[in-house]
């Protein structure tokens, strides 16, 4: 069974940086695609980034385009979220995601095409 431990979030300023981490433990042939999802308080979880089993291909939600860098180091089983010029409203809990069903390339931007989630990791951005 595949689990997902988030680390990395804390508090930072507008116009600051994280990294969050997230490792994936027990099943690590991590031929699927991971994803980074978040929710606010009072809010729906939203699609934040998701990047191909390979890393060959990644996906932005249009909030953090530009700013937010996903990547993935299957060596390590691990998949990373870059977070710069950070702003108030990315405040929330940050999730990472696989979606171990998917059958060929790309990965889904749909929080309902992942089937294993991690516990979060909370990010707070002050102005």
């Known amino acids: 069974q595949v689990r997902l431990v988030e680390s990395g979030g804390g508090l930072v300023q507008a116009g600051g940086s994280l990294r969050l981490t997230c490792t994936v433990s027990?099943?690590?042939?991590?031929?699927?695609?991971l994803g980074w999802f978040r929710q606010a308080p009072g809010k729906e979880r939203e699609f934040v980034a998701a990047i191909s089993w390979g890393g060959g291909t990644a996906y932005y939600a249009d909030s953090v385009k530009g700013r937010f860098t996903i990547s993935r180091d299957n060596a390590k089983n691990t998949v990373y979220l870059q977070m710069n010029s950070l702003k108030p409203e990315d405040t929330a809990i940050y999730y990472c995601?696989?979606?171990?069903?998917?059958?060929?390339?790309?990965?889904?931007?749909?929080?309902?095409?992942?089937?294993?989630w991690g516990q979060g990791t909370q990010v707070t951005v002050s102005s």
């Open positions: 027990g099943r690590t042939n991590t031929f699927y695609p």
């Open positions: 995601a696989a979606d171990q069903t998917r059958v060929g390339g790309g990965a889904s931007t749909g929080p309902y095409d992942y089937d294993t």
